[in-house]
């Protein structure tokens, strides 16, 4: 058992000297450092604590891709190298969705230890699960161990999804957290584009949906490894000081040392500075107590719980795993010869996808969250109402449907792809941060099954243009509770964000 940390000691590093538990002192160490907002950092070094999380989400998206293809490569008897190639309806439904069901056991896991293993550790563990998964699948002698490696490779998703974009956010200067959780939603997208390509070049060879599923072996040592060399995140250690989980100096020391690893040179001898500045506001912030599941559900964590998980329920209600669906069809009734290969659209929405992520990503931290959101989400709108019109009424205007896909693809990647994994990760406060964002990443995770297995049955129940009108409904119900609810966090510290916004 730890010893008791002195609180007063801890609260008194800070510069303004003084220690103080009423809430209403909460702003006043934010306020009076407003004007150091700006952290010094060397761009060379923000890159390796950005990558290798971020490899957990391309290893997401990547799985995405490749089974698309790998689903068609088991079924063939031909080509699939297997004797149980014949899969029921149920049986495919297994493959592609078994590693959708481990995301989310992933998340409740995610819930549990986050705070006990930290953000590295989980990411470690995530790797470590990754890789089992991977081979597992890819070595399968038998369709139900496959299925089991799915479900395995998904808690790898579940965990990774829940500890890279809170690793980025804790570890990233103020100045360009918005870019780098966004570039984030780049790897994924990334990642689903690679897995379409290596799913089109594999698909014909025999056995190739092994090796389909065996290229995420490499890239999970390469994360594992890479996450074992960098530093724990420094706002996790300091959380431990102030919440008497150690020596508070050793925790200093080694938050200083972290902090200086993931800065430079740049940030030069001013780093004991900005470890104090931070467990000053942590203090004062009321960080010193365990959250318990009572608190996920009141004041400041009830506020961002209602930002995030309904940013994150409308990310997937208004219908992105349904519109997708259509994508061959409707390139094919538009006349392009080439989407009777489902294949070579998904490739043609890949790169539509990546690039719309890009503009995303350099506009993210000059813009701001707010702007991106409202604007991309109007043309979700707009576009599932167009969508709902052409599978009505105007289904002799194919090349309406064509313009309302792409629309809806790239107001996508603009606004609920990269903003709303950035918005979950910044938004929690500190000691809350790993339980409520497992809560937001297992609400993802269901509304995204709920969406996917509902789509067929209200398809065949009310049509497809009545479906996307009812989309078209949501997404606007999305815009008003964006405009209302959804504050801006542009250059905002995350001390800043707690503080000021909740």
């Known amino acids: ?32 450092n407003e004007c150091n907002d700006r952290e010094e950092f060397s761009v060379v ?5 950005f990558l290798f999380p971020a490899l957990g989400g391309l290893l997401y998206g990547y799985d995405i891709g490749a089974t698309s293809s790998a689903t068609i490569s088991i079924q063939s008897h031909t080509s699939s190298g297997i004797s149980w190639y014949d899969l029921s309806s149920v049986e495919v439904g297994l493959t592609t969705s ?8 992933g998340s409740i896991l995610a819930f549990n230890v986050a705070d006990f293993l930290g953000r590295r550790r989980e990411l470690i563990l995530s790797s470590v699960v990754y890789l089992v998964g991977a081979l597992l699948t890819a070595l399968a002698p038998t369709f139900v161990l496959m299925v089991i490696g799915r479900f395995i490779y998904g808690i790898g998703i579940g965990l990774a999804m829940h500890a890279a974009p809170m690793y980025i956010a804790e570890t990233a200067p103020s100045q360009i957290r918005g870019l780098l959780i966004s570039l984030k939603e780049f790897f994924i997208v990334l990642g689903m584009l690679v897995g379409y390509i290596a799913g089109s070049l594999l698909v014909d060879t025999v056995a190739g949906w092994r090796y389909m599923y065996g290229v995420s072996f490499p890239l999970s040592l390469i994360m594992g490894f890479g996450m074992w060399w960098l530093p724990a995140s420094p706002r996790w250690i300091l959380l431990r000081a102030i919440q008497g989980k150690g020596d508070a100096q050793a925790l200093r020391k080694t938050a200083i040392d972290c902090l200086c690893q993931l800065r430079g040179e740049a940030i030069g001898d001013s780093s004991p500075q900005k470890v104090d500045e931070i467990l000053f506001e942590l203090s004062h912030l009321r960080e010193a107590q365990d959250a318990t599941i009572a608190e996920m559900f009141q004041g400041k964590c009830l506020k961002a719980l209602i930002i995030g998980g309904g940013l994150v329920l409308f990310q997937q209600i208004t219908g992105q795993p349904s519109v997708l669906y259509y994508a061959a069809t409707i390139f094919q009734s538009a006349g392009f010869s080439a989407a009777s290969d489902a294949t070579k659209v998904s490739v043609l929405l890949g790169l ?21 959101l409202l604007g991309g989400v109007s043309g979700i709108t707009i576009s599932l109402f167009l969508l709902g019109s052409y599978y009505t009424y105007l289904g002799d205007v194919p090349a309406l449907a064509v313009v309302a896909l792409l629309v809806y693809v790239g107001c996508y990647q603009l606004s609920f792809g990269p903003i709303g994994w950035l918005m979950i990760s910044e938004i929690f406060p500190l000691r809350l941060r790993g339980k409520a964002l497992g809560i937001a990443v297992l609400i993802n995770f269901g509304a995204n099954a709920l969406v996917t297995f509902a789509f067929s049955p209200l398809k065949e129940l009310l049509g497809a243009g009545i479906l996307f009108f009812i989309f078209g409904g949501i997404a606007i119900l999305s815009l008003i509770f964006i405009f209302f609810i959804i504050p801006e966090t542009k250059g905002l510290t995350l001390e800043e964000i707690e503080a000021k916004l909740l």
């Open 98 to 105: 078994g590693s959708l069901y481990g995301a989310l056991i």
């Open 1 to 32: 058992m730890a010893s008791d940390v002195e609180r007063p000691r801890i609260s008194n590093v800070g510069k303004g000297g003084e220690s103080s538990g009423e809430i209403g002192s909460v702003q006043e160490p934010l306020l009076q």
């Open 352 to 372: 539509l996808k990546l690039i719309m992520t890009g503009v995303a990503v350099l506009v993210v931290d000059r813009l701001g969250r707010r702007p991106l």
């Open 45 to 49: 070094s923000t890159i390796l604590p």
